[in-house]
């Protein structure tokens, strides 16, 4: 039997009981998702909150047996468990449906540190407690947007370097590859960070984020992601040292017209790569694009870095190499450096590339765990608060403002506005208009419905649209008086 969700129990368990400890009569919660001041980056890519409210807040929710159901759970999980009423005046109301609003920045943009990237507020006065019950649900939305955001930052570094060489742009997007697929804690996690991947590149070989970003965002399989014939040690070492180069040439003569990867450090990689050089005229009569990855370092090269350059002067002692408009050497074969990667080892490999005298293009990297796992919420600090409560009819600010400063929060209702080519976060109540274009958070979900549907082509052209790799090292000013 498979396994179904209980939005009642989608939450942590304390948030049960926060119903029963207003002092105030409060009927209204709104809250705001953000990264904070700390964050790796001084962007994140805004990803993900499209598959959230399609899969856990469209349509109904809540049914009577799941109020039956939640009921077990916390007469087993608290000494006097105490249901929130608002459930069943949901299921008798909506039908099940969720009366909450929420706002949020268009999929694609780049939303600065310190700016909300969604805000929250439950739609009926009897469901006040629903805004922070759904907020460990929706804070999630961290996970594809630190993904994007690295994968991002990363690729808009390898464009840098590809024009300082006198490469063509494109070839940035299938620079960095997605080898996360294996490493991924869950299906779940490797179809999120994989769709977050692709906002920024085209290449991959986690097809469960394809297949993600088909479903929830009806991407057009049509040049949305690539990969390669590649080999792995499983198939170089099945006939052992002596058939290993039988196995490569076998590989390049029946896979022509392509670009092939092999792994080359199963034996001697120094003779292997010697060997490929040596089958170049194989190589040329398939028409065959050679890519060589290295995969572990070696005891005289003992930093990717140097293997990495090692590879690309053989390359050129050993067969004729081009220039490209900036005098940078292309070679016939490329290198692909996948093992232990994250974001500054792959820009300190290919600098290095470039400063000695290499395009960067000559290189690729395939990045998992540093990619897909390796990240958690404090990597970009994300976190959702709650910024203002209607009492009486009225709305009043609230605020965290701690003497971490780093951890103050916004108070108010808030909205992005951008008048002069500069976001500002101002008082939602002067913007009413949430549809004026200088406005940044738009509506997207009301009552169960979600009102604005982002295709995946569009996520991807706002995010190139916003890519130019500067923007990365300049950050708009955050400080307290934005904050109140």
């Not at 805004?46 to 349509?59: D, H, R, S």
């Not at 870095?305 to 490209?324: G, I, Q, S």
């Not at 600098?351 to 990045?367: D, E, I, K, L, R």
Request: glycine share 6%; aromatic share 10%; with cysteine.
């Amino acid at each position: 039997m498979s396994f179904r969700p209980n939005f009642i129990l989608q939450t942590d368990s304390y948030k049960q009981y926060h119903w029963t400890m207003r002092i105030h009569d409060t009927t209204r919660t709104y809250s705001y998702l953000s990264s904070r001041i700390g964050a790796k980056h001084a962007w994140n890519t805004a990803v993900g909150l499209q598959y959230y409210l399609k899969e856990y807040l469209e349509g109904p929710r809540i049914t009577r047996a799941d109020i039956d159901e939640a009921l077990d759970y916390l007469r087993a999980h608290f000494k006097y468990p105490q249901l929130n009423p608002m459930w069943s005046h949901i299921v008798e109301t909506y039908g099940g449906r969720l009366p909450l609003r929420i706002l949020a920045w268009d999929e694609g943009c780049r939303v600065p540190v310190g700016y909300p990237t969604f805000t929250v507020v439950n739609t009926d006065p009897r469901c006040e407690a629903l805004t922070n019950h759904v907020e460990p649900l929706l804070a999630k939305v961290w996970y594809p947007m630190t993904v994007a955001t690295i994968s991002g930052y990363v690729i808009g570094e390898l464009l840098e370097l590809v024009r300082a060489s006198g490469g063509p742009d494109t070839r940035a997007r299938y620079m960095l590859h997605d080898f996360g697929y294996r490493g991924a804690s869950s299906e779940e996690t490797a179809r999120i960070g994989g769709l977050a991947h692709l906002v920024h590149s085209q290449g991959t070989d986690t097809m469960q984020g394809m297949k993600q970003a088909a479903h929830y965002y009806g991407a057009s399989l049509q040049d949305l992601a690539s990969s390669v014939v590649a080999s792995e040690h499983s198939i170089m070492t099945a006939g052992g040292p002596q058939e290993e180069v039988a196995i490569a040439r076998h590989i390049i003569e029946t896979h022509p017209d392509q670009i092939i990867s092999l792994v080359a450090d199963s034996y001697d990689y120094y003779a292997f790569v010697d060997a490929m050089i040596d089958l170049k005229p194989v190589v040329d009569r398939h028409r065959v694009k050679l890519v060589i990855r290295p995969d572990s370092i070696t005891p005289q090269h003992p930093d990717p870095k140097d293997l990495v350059l090692w590879t690309l002067n053989r390359y050129m002692a050993r067969m004729p190499c081009t220039t490209t408009p900036t005098g940078h050497r292309e070679t016939p074969y490329s290198v692909l450096w996948s093992d232990g990667l994250v974001p500054d080892k792959i820009i300190d490999i290919a600098s290095a590339v470039v400063v000695n005298g290499f395009a960067a293009h000559n290189t690729a990297y395939g990045m998992g765990g540093g990619l897909l796992q390796r990240v958690d919420r404090d990597t970009e600090r994300f976190a959702m608060k709650s910024s203002a409560q209607e009492r009486d009819g009225q709305w009043v600010k609230v605020q965290k403002n701690p003497l971490d400063k780093s951890k103050a929060s916004l108070a108010g209702r808030l909205q992005v506005v951008n008048l002069t080519g500069h976001d500002d976060i101002v008082p939602e109540e002067e913007w009413p208009n949430p549809e004026d274009p200088r406005v940044r958070l738009k509506p997207v979900f009301e009552n169960g419905i979600i009102l604005r549907h982002h295709t995946f082509e569009q996520v991807r052209a706002r995010a190139r649209e916003h890519s130019d790799p500067h923007r990365w090292s300049q950050s708009p000013a955050f400080s307290e008086a934005s904050a109140v």
